[in-house]
């Protein structure tokens, strides 16, 4: 096996690895103050399995498993089959690459994962969490009103995005990612979000 095959290895194991941690702190029955403290030690502890040039590479694997536990702790309205594919896309800019991949085909809420990669801000029709990449910053109101109609969870991590109007927006803090959460434009969209959720983040716009 190459070196470049074993990172990709490494890296995958890293996200599934976080996954799991995360999974049993939101699923416990923590004190709430300490379940912030663990949830930032955990995620630390994510970060510091990278040597320090792979610290981009850490940081995505992070985020990419606070995806995954956003689509278990929010609830989509009208859901006519709740067998059908819960579709994850990713719009603009990936940063995310292979990380992604150990998500596809992974069960959230009895449906089965799917990621997909939409051209443009125009081509989003059957997304459920739609990521937005950089490069999409300048369409974040076409976006943001298609969210609204299609019940589509928005996330991202360009800066401000939750004050933007973005529902979920990762924020870095120190060597910790954690996350903004805009109840105000979820509710809007149809959305619930899971009081296990709005205890971890950060902030909450309401």
Not at 24 to 46: A, E, M, P
Request: positive net charge; glycine residues 8%; proline residues 3%.
């Amino acid at each position: 096996m190459t070196a470049a095959k074993r990172m990709l290895t490494f890296g995958k194991c890293r996200v599934f690895v976080c996954i799991l941690q995360l999974n049993y702190l939101l699923r416990g029955r923590l004190v709430r103050d300490h379940l912030k403290y663990f949830i930032s030690t955990i995620l630390c502890l994510c970060l510091g399995l990278a040597p320090a040039h792979g610290s981009i590479r850490s940081e995505y694997e992070v985020k990419a498993a606070f995806l995954y536990n956003f689509t278990r702790f929010v609830s989509w309205p009208q859901v006519v089959d709740s067998s059908a594919p819960l579709v994850v896309c990713v719009v603009g800019d990936d940063p995310f690459g292979e990380l992604l991949d150990p998500l596809h085909g992974r069960k959230s809420q009895g449906r089965e994962l799917q990621i997909r990669y939409p051209e443009n801000a125009y081509s989003l029709t059957g997304c459920d969490v739609l990521y937005i990449g950089q490069s999409e910053s300048r369409n974040l109101a076409t976006i943001f009103n298609l969210a609204q109609q299609h019940g589509m969870l928005t996330v991202s991590d360009l800066q401000g995005f939750a004050r933007k109007g973005g529902m979920f927006g990762y924020v870095k803090q120190g060597n910790v990612i954690r996350f903004e959460i805009n109840l105000k434009a979820a509710t809007e969209a149809g959305l619930t979000i899971n009081s296990r959720l709005l205890e971890l983040a950060v902030r909450v716009l309401r």
